[in-house]
């Protein structure tokens, strides 16, 4: 979605209320599966010092892998975007301005598994506090 900057010469606001849905072109090679339905509420105006300023409120679900079981699970994100934007910009590709601030959302690791009992490859069962004991070199190192 374009969105015409150059309104802001004769009216005061321009108000965004989307709904948008990133391509496979956008989701390669950035751990999203799928991203649909963004939602983004906000607006661009002029402050004070005539600036180009936009306030966003985005919010979707992205699908990414499940670092447990690598099966393909949601990820609720919400994020509040406060920007001066340069003034000679005329126009603003609303897609591709929001996909730096997504991609900075996506989690290194996420899991929805219950991770009191995790498995290795072999099938034996560690309990989480058993994770944190073995093969800790600093283990000690905190003991009265």
């Known amino acids: 979605m374009i969105i015409n900057i150059t309104d802001l010469n004769y009216q005061d606001k321009i108000l965004i209320n989307e709904t948008l849905n990133y391509s496979k072109d956008y989701l390669k090679d950035s751990g999203i599966l799928k991203l649909d339905n963004v939602k983004v509420n906000g607006s661009i105006t002029k402050d004070y010092e005539n600036n180009n300023l936009i306030k966003l409120e985005v919010a979707g679900e992205m699908i990414i892998l499940d ?22 910009l005329k126009t603003l590709d609303l897609i ?16 929805k598994s219950d991770t009191s009992l995790l498995k290795n490859k ?9 994770i944190h004991e073995v093969n800790n070199p600093f283990k000690d190192f905190f003991k009265e």
């Open 96 to 111: 591709e301005f929001l996909w730096h601030y997504i991609v900075l959302e996506i989690p290194i690791r996420y899991t």
């Open 122 to 130: 072999y099938g034996d069962i560690y309990h989480e506090e058993e």
């Open 67 to 88: 670092a447990i079981t690598s099966l393909e699970v949601p990820y609720e994100f919400e994020i509040e975007i406060e920007e001066n934007l340069e003034n000679s």
